[in-house]
């Protein structure tokens, strides 16, 4: 049995290249190559395997073989939260960096709804930009995820939530009432994905090839707090829906809220959204606009938004601001978010309020950090208090 304690490296996130390399390793000829990774492929993606043994369209050395130096390990699961709604969120350990250290955090968040699943997966341990309403950018350790750490994310989920053929979930508390539990990605988890852009880029390869995890592109959404220079290219080769942190119309405000906006501020992040590849009203970018009591809920924001957005085929989704302790913000009173969703609608955006979901368990939008960090800071906020 492979598991998340295996040493092994994991063949989970390795391109096609990759995997034929590893079949030439051991001496499987080459104009096999692909046939085997194509085997290889469908047990992992399709159906599921955690285990060698389970492959027997491969002869039993083979599987011996790739079983000696090889694992199908996903990322560890530290704790698995479920709220009272029905999301889970998992804290999931990554291997170390050096022998003998402890393996980084990251939190993987999964929101159930009556007919579809969306799982928000990381791009990175924390974040280097420092958005001061959001919890992850407080954190300081940041590294890259791998692919197989990006792609790990998303086979523990389904192990988890039974998303695989003829598998079930230990726990089925909330899930949807369809056959597919997980039926749209979003990289809305820790992290800034477009500045890890080639690992995103390769996992979400992976993610949407047929004979992969098979999500279609139109069903993967990547956030960005708008990393401009990178978006024609993330258009050029992956092409997955787009969604914009936008939360401010001016300049000056988006400066404080968003600081990536002094580097590249909203008329060029505006135009490369203009020039993203294949928008129509059917694939629309979206706008994300966080709710922030008296910062940037007026109904004249709401009407610039309005006006800014003209001619971008886009969705606009107001995200009440979800607390953390010590969030130097408030999320608007509820009425202001209907008045200033009212603008909205009116200018023919529909239903654009994201209903706050795992509050309860911190797994809303912006409320992600590792729970080591947390400890950390709860411990010295203790200290602080003692006498
Ligand atoms: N770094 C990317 C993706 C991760 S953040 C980005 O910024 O787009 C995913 C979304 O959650 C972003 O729109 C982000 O602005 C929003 N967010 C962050 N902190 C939040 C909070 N405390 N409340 C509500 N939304 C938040
Ligand atoms: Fe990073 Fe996005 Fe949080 Fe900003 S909102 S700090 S870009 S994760």
Request: with cysteine; aromatic share 6%.
């Amino acid at each position: 049995m492979c598991n998340s304690t295996d040493t092994k490296p994991t063949l989970i996130g390795l391109s096609r290249d990759e995997l034929a390399r590893v079949f030439a390793a051991l001496g499987v000829p080459e104009r096999a190559q692909a046939m085997r990774v194509a085997q290889l492929w469908n047990w992992i993606y399709a159906r599921g395997a955690t285990d060698f043994q389970q492959m027997t369209v491969l002869s039993k050395d083979l599987r011996a073989s790739l079983a000696e130096s090889w694992s199908l390990a996903r990322p560890e699961i530290v704790t698995e939260q479920i709220s009272t709604d029905g999301t889970r969120k998992w804290l999931l350990r990554l291997m170390p960096d050096k022998p003998g250290a402890d393996g980084p955090l990251v939190e993987t968040v999964y929101i159930p709804e009556t007919r579809r699943g969306t799982l928000c997966i990381s791009s990175q341990v924390g974040c280097t930009l420092t958005c001061p309403f959001c919890h992850t950018g407080t954190q300081k350790l940041v590294r890259n995820l791998s692919p197989q750490e990006i792609t790990g994310q998303i086979m523990v989920a389904r192990d988890r939530v039974g998303d695989w053929p003829e598998a079930q979930a230990e726990d089925a508390t909330g899930l949807p009432d369809a056959e597919r539990k997980i039926t749209n990605i979003v990289l809305m988890g820790m992290g800034e994905p477009l500045y890890n852009f080639a690992h995103v880029r390769d996992a979400m390869a992976i993610a949407s090839a047929s004979d992969g995890l098979a999500y279609s592109k139109r069903r993967i959404t990547l956030s960005t707090s708008g990393v401009v220079p990178e978006i024609p290219r993330w258009g050029g080769e992956a092409n997955t829906m787009l969604a914009v942190s936008l939360h401010a119309v001016r300049d000056e405000l988006r400066d404080k809220l968003v600081p990536i906006n002094r580097k590249w501020p909203i008329a060029e992040l505006l135009a490369a959204c203009r020039n993203y590849p294949s928008l129509s009203n059917a694939r629309r970018i979206t706008f994300e606009y966080v709710m922030l009591k008296g910062v940037n809920d007026t109904l004249g924001d709401a009407k610039e938004l309005v006006r800014l957005l003209a001619g971008i085929p886009a969705k606009i989704n107001l995200i009440p601001f979800n607390p953390w302790p010590g969030a130097p913000y408030q999320c608007s009173a509820w009425e202001q978010i209907e008045k200033f969703a009212e603008v909205v609608n009116r200018a023919g955006y529909a239903s654009p309020v994201r209903s706050p979901r795992g509050r309860d368990i911190m797994a809303a939008c912006g409320q992600l950090k590792s729970a080591s960090v947390k400890t950390r800071a709860s411990k010295r906020r203790a200290e602080a208090a003692a006498p």
